[in-house]
């Protein structure tokens, strides 16, 4: 469902991998140290896993909406 949300806010396929990198980056900022190799590496498979259902949701309700 949020990925079909998205396509309200105008969100497109090639969006999600600058959305990551700005995400990761945030995120490694905040953690500081914390932030290993270890633990970008689970953020980012994270990220692809979220971001794959998220289009998967968007072209769902695509289909349904040209239906």
Do not use: F, N
Request: with cysteine; proline share 1%; glycine share 8%.
């Amino acid at each position: 469902a949020i990925g079909a949300r998205h396509i309200g806010y105008g969100a497109q396929a090639e969006h999600y991998p600058a959305v990551g990198e700005c995400l990761l980056a945030a995120l490694s900022t905040v953690a500081g140290l914390a932030w290993t190799k270890e633990v970008a590496d689970a953020w980012a498979e994270a990220y692809r896993a979220v971001t794959q259902i998220m289009l998967q949701g968007a072209a769902k309700a695509e289909q349904h909406a040209t239906a």
